[in-house]
């Protein structure tokens, strides 16, 4: 961890209703073209006190023209439950607190035929 950056968080504020903090990360990092989400995580959650850095959550970087600085949104929730409610499915993929699991194509078409004969009151019939 030779490379140097420096982070600038700004215009920080605490949002009670979604029980997260957020604010605009500005990351400073002439000597690389850019640096891991990850480690901005692990960065931040020592900058900020956050014992789980998966609480906290990255996206929408920009890369400045020229490079040297980058631009994007941090939010910091205060728990696990609090991230799982509100945060879209794919961040929570990114951040490796959900999975999904792929079914085939064939599987799905054949689950939704069987749903199609179930589906409904069932026929009754005369007995004489």
Do not use: C, W
Request: no cysteine.
């Amino acid at each position: 961890m030779n490379e140097k950056y420096y982070i600038i968080t700004r215009k920080f504020r605490e949002n009670f209703l979604m029980k997260r903090k957020q604010f605009i990360i500005d990351v400073k990092h002439p000597e690389k073209a850019n640096i891991s989400k990850k480690e901005l995580q692990k960065k931040l959650a020592e900058i900020y006190k956050v014992s789980d850095p998966s609480r906290i959550f990255l996206f929408g970087f920009k890369t400045h023209f020229g490079g040297l600085k980058s631009t994007g949104i941090g939010l910091i929730y205060e728990s696990l439950t609090a991230a799982r409610q509100i945060e879209p499915r794919h961040r929570l993929l990114k951040n490796s607190l959900i999975e999904i699991t792929k079914v085939s194509s064939k599987q799905r078409k054949e689950r939704k035929n069987r749903r199609k004969k179930i589906r409904g009151s069932e026929k009754k019939r005369d007995s004489g």
